[in-house]
């Protein structure tokens, strides 16, 4: 009887940058670090864990109940712009939020989504630590919906894999090679819609909006401007 072998995504990237394969056959190109950019921002450190969120929270880890997201941003040409990212564990449901790489904006952006939310349930939103999140307690603070923010660990994009794998999906309509304020948020909504309802495997070939609609009630999860 046969037997195959498996080949770690490390060896798959060598292979890669070898030219033994050809990237465009791997779905994720992995992280580009142009002229061997150094992220100078910091990182927050005085926060709640997400091995907080897990233990407090069980129910977040296995995807059993609705209203725990993953965040983050994704960035244009040059680092010069940002879209705030947030997709919804159970339901994987998509928002994007027009920002930009400034914490006070990204504190707007998610704290005028979240007062929106007034009538759905949502618990807990799991960050990765860039500065930009750095006002994360202002946000619990001033949202109109009762919200704890978590932080995964440094350099452990892996355990929000659900908004890692969200933004490879939209990067398709917002490369990383173009300036995303440019972008208003009718047009992130319309992006966002656009895979929101594509029927998906892991949902039993639900779409995620059916999913979100039948956790919550409502139409949309999308913000209004």
Same mark, same amino acid.
């Given at each position: 009887?046969?037997?195959?072998?498996?080949?770690?995504?490390?060896?798959?990237?060598?292979?890669?940058?070898?030219?033994?394969?050809?990237?465009?056959?791997?779905?994720?190109?992995?992280?580009?670090?142009?002229?061997?950019?150094?992220?100078?921002?910091?990182?927050?450190?005085?926060?709640?864990?997400?091995?907080?969120?897990?233990?407090?929270?069980?129910?977040?880890?296995?995807?059993?109940?609705?209203?725990?997201?993953?965040?983050?941003?994704?960035?244009?040409?040059?680092?010069?712009?940002?879209?705030?990212?947030?997709?919804?564990?159970?339901?994987?449901?998509?928002?994007?939020?027009?920002?930009?790489?400034?914490?006070?904006?990204?504190?707007?952006?998610?704290?005028?989504?979240?007062?929106?939310?007034?009538?759905?349930?949502?618990?807990?939103?799991?960050?990765?630590?860039? !500065?930009?999140?750095?006002?994360?307690?202002?946000?619990?603070?001033?949202?109109?919906?009762?919200?704890?923010?978590?932080?995964?660990?440094?350099?452990?994009?892996?355990?929000?894999?659900?908004?890692?794998?969200?933004?490879?999906?939209?990067?398709?309509?917002?490369?990383?090679?173009?300036?995303?304020?440019?972008?208003?948020?009718?047009?992130?909504?319309?992006?966002?819609?656009?895979?929101?309802?594509?029927?998906?495997?892991?949902?039993?070939?639900?779409?995620?909006?059916?999913?979100? !609609?039948?956790?919550?009630?409502?139409?949309?999860?999308?913000?209004?401007?």
């Amino acid at each position: 009887m046969g037997h195959s072998e498996r080949v770690s995504t490390k060896t798959l990237y060598k292979l890669v940058k070898n030219g033994i394969i050809e990237a465009k056959k791997l779905r994720r190109k992995g992280k580009n670090n142009p002229k061997n950019h150094k992220e100078t921002r910091g990182r927050i450190n005085d926060c709640k864990t997400i091995h907080q969120c897990d233990e407090w929270y069980p129910k977040a880890s296995t995807n059993q109940e609705y209203g725990h997201f993953e965040g983050d941003t994704i960035v244009g040409k040059h680092r010069q712009s940002a879209i705030v990212t947030l997709v919804e564990k159970k339901s994987k449901y998509i928002v994007l939020l027009k920002a930009s790489r400034k914490s006070q904006e990204v504190k707007e952006a998610t704290l005028d989504w979240l007062n929106k939310q007034v009538k759905v349930t949502i618990k807990t939103l799991t960050f990765d630590r860039g !500065k930009e999140f750095s006002k994360w307690k202002e946000i619990e603070q001033e949202s109109k919906v009762p919200v704890e923010i978590f932080f995964s660990d440094p350099g452990a994009p892996g355990q929000r894999g659900l908004n890692e794998n969200s933004n490879s999906i939209v990067r398709q309509d917002l490369p990383k090679s173009t300036d995303l304020s440019i972008h208003s948020q009718e047009k992130l909504n319309e992006i966002a819609m656009k895979y929101n309802r594509v029927p998906r495997r892991s949902l039993n070939y639900y779409t995620q909006e059916e999913i979100m !609609k039948k956790a919550t009630g409502l139409d949309s999860l999308i913000p209004i401007s």
